[in-house]
């Protein structure tokens, strides 16, 4: 098996190992960190919900992270009580992918009681966070299910306690047009360092172009219109 600290990017690699037979350890830890963005010439900040998952496989290290939503206080993403329920719920899904190949791990959430102090004028939203897989069911029940998509290179600033990191954010904006309503969301399918981008560009589009293609499957069993759009 090829090097895990090389090769481990997904979730969906520490599955595959583990139904080859490797014997595969998985321990998440948390992050929620400051990100000043820039989307279309838009600079604002948001809180990004992010996991690094690290472990061993047959005693060989590995450690990848993966975000699962952003959070910020006016209309460019999701309210921060909407990104925690959105982030849960696909951690959710990877642990039940975990879990269903025999993986342990402990479960654990984000939870919103750390992030209320960093919103001014928070409020819970009235209507429920659709994820993707809220319009794939959709979908499968029936209902006509259209998605737009456009791939983006979206750049970032991390904030730690004691240093600054640039990012460069692999993202999709999904316009989901469902029961006579549209609804406009960005996810983000990988990252990487911007002054490593010649390391480690062609890697994360790769693992982005991946997920997506996993994504497209759903879709297609699920009847969803769409053109494929993939990261070059």
């Not at 309210?79 to 696909?90: C, F």
């Not at 006509?144 to 993202?171: G, K």
């Not at 390391?199 to 693992?207: C, F, I, S, T």
């Amino acid at each position: 098996m090829s090097d895990p600290r090389t090769s481990i990017h997904r979730i969906a690699d520490l599955v595959s190992c583990k139904e080859k037979g490797s014997r595969v350890t998985c321990n998440p830890s948390f992050h929620v960190i400051p990100v000043d963005f820039v989307h279309r010439n838009n600079a604002f900040q948001a809180h990004v919900f992010l996991c690094r998952f690290d472990g061993d496989i047959d005693g060989k290290p590995y450690s990848f992270r993966k975000c699962y939503a952003r959070g910020c206080p006016h209309n460019l993403c999701p309210h921060v009580s909407q990104a925690v329920m959105i982030a849960n719920r696909y951690l959710q899904r990877d642990y039940h992918s975990l879990r269903g190949a025999g993986i342990k791990v402990e479960e654990r959430l984000f939870t919103l009681e750390d992030m209320l102090v960093k919103f001014d004028g928070y409020q819970i939203e009235h209507d429920p966070s659709l994820t993707m897989d809220d319009y794939i069911h959709m979908a499968e029940d029936g209902v006509e299910v259209s998605m737009d998509m456009e791939v983006e290179y979206v750049p970032a600033v991390e904030h730690f306690a004691n240093h600054e990191n640039s990012q460069t954010f692999l993202a999709v904006n999904f316009t989901a047009d469902a029961l006579g309503k549209k609804y406009n969301f960005q996810r983000s399918f990988a990252c990487y360092q911007t002054d490593s981008e010649l390391r480690e560009k062609e890697d994360q589009m790769e693992v982005a172009n991946a997920r997506l293609k996993e994504l497209y499957k759903a879709f297609d069993e699920a009847s969803i219109r769409y053109e494929q759009q993939f990261f070059v």
